[in-house]
T-cell receptor, first 114, second 113 residues
Framework: EAGVAQSPRYKIIEKRQSVAFWCNPI?????LYWYQQILGQGPKLLIQ????????DSQLPKDRFSAERLKGVDSTLKIQPAKLEDSAVYLC????????????FGPGTRLTVT | AQKITQTQPGMFVQEKEAVTLDCTYDTSDQSYGLFWYKQPSSGEMIFLIYQGSYDEQNATEGRYSLNFQKARKSANLVISASQLGDSAMYFCGTQGGSEKLVFGKGTKLTVNP
């Protein structure tokens, strides 16, 4: 079974530029998550989709971050414009259901904003 | 609101010995789950073990066991017979009801040969 795929693995941009990350979850998983992991901290949920609907985006900085999950499969996370404090690893995860289900994580995208 | 506290920034253990990684949690949910994930230097989060708040027995998965003490709000991870490949960051997390999964700051485990 293929795992969660993410691209790119690494990205370096200048502040005020825009960037997009892509995630392909495990086939059949209804729930998709985007997490932000700042160095030295645990992952923090940015947004959770169930199929193509948003379940929780309470911690998503909506003035600059956006995410979509078209057709309930792949998802993209965009940052525009980027700030220095956005430097982090962005992890995508998926699960069969929601609460209590094991989440399977992708390898992450390491973003550096200069 | 949920909160996870991992008080050990770093831990060292000799190969083949057992090690306990501490985790305390705070939640207002009556029903919740506790998770442990491993994050090697490659960056991917790997699920290790899950404990439900109403599970009467401590969860075990191979060399991993979760020492769940509900009254103390403690969910420590015990790794038996440590291996060099166990060197990684370990994150404790909690999720209740329809709440999001919240992680602690993690513990860096180093296994010495």
């Amino acid at each position: 079974e293929a795992g969660v795929a993410q691209s790119p693995r690494y990205k370096i941009i200048e502040k005020r530029q825009s960037v997009a990350f892509w995630c392909n979850p495990i086939s059949g998983h209804a729930t998709l998550y985007w997490y932000q992991q700042i160095l030295g901290q645990g992952p923090k949920l940015l947004i959770q989709f169930q199929n193509n609907g948003v379940v929780d985006d309470s911690q998503l900085p909506k003035d600059r971050f956006s995410a979509e999950r078209l057709k309930g499969v792949d998802s993209t996370l965009k940052i525009q414009p980027a700030k220095l404090e956005d430097s982090a690893v962005y992890l995508c995860a998926s699960s069969m259901g929601t609460s209590g289900d094991e989440q399977y994580f992708g390898p992450g995208t390491r973003l550096t904003v200069t | 609101a949920q909160k996870i506290t991992q008080t050990q920034p770093g831990m060292f253990v000799q190969e083949k010995e057992a090690v306990t990684l501490d985790c305390t949690y705070d939640t207002s949910d009556q029903s919740y789950g506790l998770f442990w994930y491993k994050q090697p230097s490659s960056g991917e989060m790997i699920f290790l073990i899950y404990q439900g708040s109403y599970d009467e027995q401590n969860a075990t998965e191979g060399r991993y066991s979760l020492n769940f003490q509900k009254a103390r709000k403690s969910a420590n991870l015990v790794i038996s017979a440590s291996q060099l490949g166990d060197s990684a960051m370990y994150f404790c997390g909690t999720q209740g009801g329809s709440e999001k999964l919240v992680f602690g700051k993690g513990t860096k485990l180093t296994v010495n040969p």
